[in-house]
Nanobody, 120 residues
Framework: QVQLVESGGGLVQPGGSLRLSCAAS????????MGWYRQAPGKQRELVAS???????IYADSVKGRFAISRGNTKNTVYLQMDSLKPEDTAVYYC??????????????WGQGTQVTVSS
């Protein structure tokens, strides 16, 4: 079993910053990619950012230049530094990981989500 636990969400003013953290634990052989998705009420879940085991990153156009994704030293931890936050960033943010648990078995896992609210 693999578990993902997010933290760092909260209420912040427009222009402010938050740092989200996610830690993966369990029966992990390797993690190919970790990332963050978000979902606002009435909207589809969208990819915010992802990072591969090799360090390659992908960002949604809406967050480029404002958000930065990074991996911890163990690569079982991922962070999302969010700067210059806008009200449009308000959503539940979900950590995800593509985990290889056996030589030929790879699965996607999701955290429970953490609420980010950007408001005056």
């Amino acid at each position: 079993q693999v578990q993902l636990v997010e933290s760092g969400g909260g209420l912040v003013q427009p222009g402010g910053s938050l740092r989200l953290s996610c830690a993966a634990s369990g029966s992990i052989f390797s993690i190919n990619v970790m990332g963050w998705y978000r979902q606002a009420p009435g909207k589809q879940r969208e990819l915010v950012a992802s990072i591969t085991s090799g360090g390659s990153t992908i960002y949604a156009d809406s967050v480029k230049g404002r958000f930065a994704i990074s991996r911890g030293n163990t690569k079982n931890t991922v962070y999302l530094q969010m700067d210059s936050l806008k009200p449009e960033d308000t959503a539940v943010y979900y950590c995800t990981a593509r985990v290889q648990v056996r030589p030929v078995s790879t699965y996607d896992y999701w955290g429970q989500g953490t609420q980010v609210t950007v408001s005056s």
